[in-house]
Nanobody, 126 residues
Framework: QVQLVESGGGLVQTGDSLRLSCAAS????????MGWFRQAPGKEREFVAG????????RYADSVKGRFTISRDNAKNTVYLRMNSLKPEDTAVYYC???????????????????WGQGTQVTVSS
C-alpha cells in the first residue's frame, strides 16, 4: 500500500511554469512506475507523463512533449512534473499514480495504475 500526495498546483498565466510534486509514503516507492494524469472539466482523465521505476524510460502525451518533464527522486520518495510554457488547455486537476505491477515500463492506461493521489488543481489563464 502506498499513499500519494500531490502539491504545487495553482493559478498561473499563459507561458508560465509550474512544478508539481507527488510525495509517496512507504518504503517501496522505488519499485513503482509513476505517472501523471489530468482531468479537465467535462473531459475524461488523460495520461500526461510517466517514468519507469528505474527512471530509464519516460513517456509523454503528444500535447505536452517538449514542454513538460517528469523526473523522480527515489531518496525523497517523490516524483515531479515540471511544466513549462503553460497554455489554457493545460488547465485541469493533475493526479499522480503508481503502477506496482509492470513497473519497468510506462503504461498510458489509467486502469493499470494501482494507487492514486487526490489531485492538485492547475489553472492557466489566457
Amino acid at each position: 500500500q502506498v499513499q500519494l500526495v500531490e502539491s504545487g498546483g495553482g493559478l498561473v498565466q499563459t507561458g508560465d511554469s509550474l512544478r508539481l510534486s507527488c510525495a509517496a509514503s512507504g518504503r517501496t516507492f522505488t519499485r513503482y512506475a509513476m505517472g501523471w494524469f489530468r482531468q479537465a472539466p467535462g473531459k475524461e482523465r488523460e495520461f500526461v507523463a510517466g517514468i519507469s521505476r528505474g527512471a530509464g524510460t519516460t513517456r509523454y502525451a503528444d500535447s505536452v512533449k517538449g514542454r513538460f518533464t517528469i523526473s523522480r527522486d527515489n531518496a525523497k520518495n517523490t516524483v515531479y512534473l515540471r511544466m513549462n510554457s503553460l497554455k489554457p488547455e493545460d488547465t485541469a486537476v493533475y493526479y499522480c499514480a503508481a503502477d506496482a505491477v509492470d513497473s519497468w515500463v510506462v503504461t498510458t492506461t489509467e486502469t493499470l495504475y494501482d494507487y492514486w493521489g487526490q489531485g492538485t488543481q492547475v489553472t492557466v489563464s489566457s
